[in-house]
């Protein structure tokens, strides 16, 4: 007898098995954000709006995420960005921050922001 399987012996094996489960980056104060190659900020002239463009969808932001979204760079923090945007507007930079933060981790969840690492 042989030791070989045979197809009635053979356990399937899956073609496709996650070794780990995915890791969601949060974004924090020293967070360095910006838009991956993939998402593209763009204005629209004709309909005089603001648009992000991502494969296969089109999204409209609110006025306050399209000055986030300009500021962030990948090189500066979103600590930094706050602070600059609460200069520009005379407002609160821990408000500022906290709002900020919690529209970089709604896009980042969605894959449309990508956290730089420093170095």
């Not at 356990?11 to 969601?24: G, I, L, N």
């Not at 629209?44 to 709006?49: S, T, V, Y």
């Not at 296969?56 to 300009?70: D, F, S």
Request: hydrophobic share 45%.
């Amino acid at each position: 007898m042989s030791d070989e399987k045979t197809p009635e012996t053979a356990k399937e094996t899956p073609v496709w098995r996650p070794s780990v489960a995915p890791v969601r980056a949060m974004v924090t104060a020293d967070s360095r954000p910006r838009l991956p190659r993939h998402v593209v900020l763009r204005h629209d002239p004709a309909r005089d709006r603001w648009l992000i463009l991502v494969p296969e969808r089109v999204l409209i932001p609110e006025p306050t995420a399209v000055v986030l979204l300009q500021e962030a760079d990948g090189k500066r923090t979103v600590s930094e960005i706050a602070a600059h945007l609460a200069q520009t507007y005379a407002a609160d930079p821990a408000v500022i921050e906290a709002d900020a933060i919690e529209m970089f981790q709604d896009m980042s969840d969605r894959g449309f922001l990508t956290l730089v690492a420093e170095g």
